[in-house]
């Protein structure tokens, strides 16, 4: 069982940055891949960004609307991953959750969430 809690949300103009990190419990953190995803009001929650397990040089995938402006992460020692967001947009409104699962999947099918952060991006 793993549990994930996201922090770093909040209110941001556009252009500005934040860091979101998401904190997992559990020993087996580095076997997990992590992902980010997104729901604004109204729409499917839709994937953001995913990292592979392990430690070293992991692999990072993107969804294009974040390519160059985005950039997820882990940290294996701090049973952490985040998503540092550069060049926020209006558009990127939405909650966010971090998710892990055994495999990297780029729909919704992870095996655990978080409870998901506010991420509010002014024009």
């Known amino acids: 069982q793993v549990q994930l809690v996201e922090s770093g949300g909040g209110l941001v103009q556009a252009g500005g940055s934040l860091r979101l990190s998401c904190a997992a419990s559990g020993r087996t953190f580095n076997t997990y891949a992590m992902a980010w995803f997104r729901q604004a009001p109204g729409k499917e929650r839709e994937f953001v960004a995913a990292i592979g397990r392990g430690s070293l040089h992991s692999s990072t995938y993107y969804t294009d609307s974040v390519k160059g402006r985005f950039i997820i992460s882990r940290d294996n020692v701090k049973n952490t991953a985040y998503l540092q967001m550069n060049s926020l947009k209006p558009e990127d409104t939405a909650v966010y959750y971090c998710?892990?699962?055994?495999?990297?999947?780029?729909?919704?099918?992870?095996?655990?969430w978080g409870q998901g952060t506010q991420v509010t991006v002014s024009s």
């Open positions: 998710a892990a699962d055994p495999s990297v999947r780029f729909n919704t099918q992870y095996s655990y």
